[in-house]
């Protein structure tokens, strides 16, 4: 038997550490030899919780099934481990040390036959690994990761376009990932708004957040369908703080009821996630006479952070996320052509012009809040499979379903722009895997100042207009 005890200290809450540590979905994140993790059971983490943890160890690539057999939240937990290499017993201690977190690890391995013979030889090397491995969790649980800028290798592919493009893919996802800082941020106390959280994306989402967790507010437009979803999340995480809200974000007279009752409540909004959308391949006007593509992707998420922004000001420290698409890239912002009209109408494209222009408001908030306390910033999925693809654009999911994202690996940035602490440290980027991209990948597409301050003008006057009509 090999036997690791090893101690690292940290400046962080003992719960926030146990909560971090305990899931082992996070172990990619700080040791070295794990490049993959998942949870395999059902319902929150606890003691029979099994995760799936692959590993590269120098006698080669393993897997491990790690299962929890002690769970004492928050001060100790202890897994069990098998391969075909070893058994593992891993115990891990948590004690409030003065102002800081004492982490105690202590690992037991056990070779299995023909390889116990040669654990006097893989004593030095497991015990290396130990050391490296608690080194990296001291990292991930100090949290001081440096603001987000974006590569060479990406700034590169974005001048050239065709490389940019490719990165849209799951391949881009995966080639992002070698490179992210641990992500330990607690979300517990924090209240954040989803909209569009039924499925896809904004489910993928709803999901992460509340298993770090957040007080989720899901804002959906179908009553059952929000039940079963808030039913859902709540059996597998655990988290009871989730509700649901109705609304059809693309009637702006809900998006009015819906702001007036988070406003009478008067509960500060830490993150505000603007999700909601649809592509229409058909052209045709809500029931208040709006463009439908206008209404939902560009109209609603205005309307609905303007009027919440008195309560992202109470929270001091809030954040505002705006998904746009990838599609935008071929469109220049034109305030004459937001409402698409039948003539000639494409869905894709109608879409894509709206999300230019959120992506201008995201840019013209961040600068004109900066001295609120709110952080604005908008991200793309690049391409991920989800139901809204499937279902609007059939030859492009055709063609491309063998390398587009899942919807958890399209989500990632959202959650990363909702919960990491490097994520508050910069404000109007538009992002992509955890990067700060280029809003623009074509010359063409770039706008001037006053279509700029076209645009706000004439969002603007909606406002007055339904003030009047009042």
Known sequence: MISLKETIRVHRPVAECFDYTADFRTTPEWDATAFKARKISDGPVG????????????????????????????????????S????????IYFTQDGDQTRIDYHADFSYKMPFA?????????????????????KRALDDSNAPPEISPGSAKADRLLWPGLAMFSKWGYRRGKKRWDPM??????????????????????ARDLAERGAELILVMRNRERGEAVVKDLKAETGNMAIRQELADLSIMGEVDALTERLLKAGEPINVLVNNAGALFNEWGTTSEGLEQSFALLLL????????????????????????????MYSQQLRVDRLQAIPKNYAGATAYARCKRALTVVT??????????????????PGWADTP???SSLPAFHTLTRFILRTPEEGADTIIWLAAASEAAKVSGKLFLDREPRTTHLLARTREDASEREKLMAFLEEFEIEDSMAA
């Open 184 to 205: 330990s941020a607690s979300l517990k106390g924090q209240r954040i708004i989803v909209t569009g959280a039924t499925s896809g994306l904004g489910l993928a989402t």
């Open 300 to 327: 609603s998420p205005w309307r609905l952070t303007r009027a919440l922004k008195p309560l992202l000001e109470a929270a001091e420290d809030a954040r505002v996320i705006n998904v746009v698409s990838g599609g």
């Open 117 to 137: 013979a040669l654990e006097g030889v893989l004593k030095s090397g497991m015990q290396r690994m130990g050391k490296i491995a608690l080194r990296g969790l």
């Open 47 to 82: 003691t029979g919780t099994q995760f799936e943890v692959r590993c590269r160890l120098p006698l080669g690539s393993i897997e491990l099934l790690y299962t929890i057999t002690e769970f004492e939240a928050p001060n100790m937990v202890t897994l069990q481990a098998e």
């Open 84 to 91: 075909w290499l070893f058994s593992a017993v891993d115990t």
């Open 363 to 380: 840019e013209e908030w961040a600068e004109s809040w900066a001295d609120d306390g709110i952080v604005v910033n908008a991200m793309h």
């Open 388 to 390: 809204g693809v499937e």
